[in-house]
C-alpha cells in the first residue's frame, strides 16, 4: 500500500548525507494548503542555550502556493453603485 500524505501534515528523516553545517540535519516533505512540499530542518542552539529547529520549505515540482502567487490588481469601473 503506497503512503498517501494527509494536508497539513509531514515527516522528517535523519539526513546521512550532511557533510557541513550548511547541510540540513533532517530533511522531509509535507503538505499544506494542498501542495506538496520539501522540508529541511536545522538544529540550533539559542543565545540561552535552548536547542531548537530551523524549518525551510521549497515547493515540489515548481508548485507554487497561493502566498506566492502576484496579487491581482482591482480596477475601480466608472460606474459608482451608490
Do not use: C
Not at 45 to 67: H, I, M, R, V
Amino acid at each position: 500500500m503506497a503512503y498517501e500524505q494527509k494536508d497539513n501534515s509531514g515527516a522528517l528523516f535523519v539526513n546521512d548525507k550532511r557533510e557541513t553545517d550548511k547541510h540540513p540535519n533532517a530533511k522531509g516533505s509535507a503538505m499544506i494548503g494542498g501542495v506538496e512540499y520539501w522540508v529541511s530542518a536545522w538544529t540550533n542552539t539559542s543565545s540561552k542555550g535552548t536547542k531548537y529547529q530551523s524549518l525551510s520549505f521549497q515547493p515540489k515540482d515548481g508548485a507554487t502556493s497561493n502566498a506566492q502567487k502576484p496579487a491581482k490588481d482591482f480596477e475601480f469601473g466608472d460606474a459608482v453603485p451608490f
